[in-house]
């Protein structure tokens, strides 16, 4: 089947660091976009960023500077890496894959393979 698995949520204190990874099996994300989504408690699942498979990225207003997405920590691995952690980050973020070569979109209803989740914390 196709899935894929997100690594590397715990707890950070704030203006700390952590890095997300995003790991495909059974299928390739060679012709694939990944999307990185959060959702906190009593909020609507919002886009955090994407990448297409040429590379291209998307960012949310609120992450813009402060996170990057990048192909290259492991075969078939999508990271977040995330810095300057805030309170308002704080969430379980997914990972998400669809075949779309050439393009990502911050759409969460583009998305058709989704990873379970895995939970940020940053205290306040």
């Known amino acids: 089947q196709s899935r894929v698995v997100e690594f590397g949520g715990g707890l950070v204190q704030p203006g700390g660091s952590l890095r997300l990874s995003c790991t495909a099996s059974?299928?390739?994300?060679?012709?694939?976009?990944i999307g990185w989504f959060r959702q906190a408690p009593g909020k609507e699942r919002e886009g955090v960023s994407c990448?297409?498979?040429?590379?291209?990225?998307n960012y949310s207003d609120s992450v813009k500077g402060r996170f990057t997405i990048f192909r290259g920590d492991a075969a078939n691995t999508v990271s977040l890496q995330m810095n300057s952690l805030k309170p308002d980050d704080t969430g379980v973020y997914y990972c998400?894959?669809?075949?779309?070569?050439?393009?990502?979109?911050?759409?969460?209803?583009?998305?058709?393979?989704w990873g379970v989740g895995t939970q940020v914390t940053v205290p306040s």
């Open positions: 998400a894959a669809v075949y779309r070569p050439g393009a990502c979109l911050m759409r969460d209803y583009v998305y058709d393979i």
């Open positions: 059974g299928f390739s994300l060679d012709y694939y976009a």
């Open positions: 990448i297409s498979n040429r590379d291209m990225t």
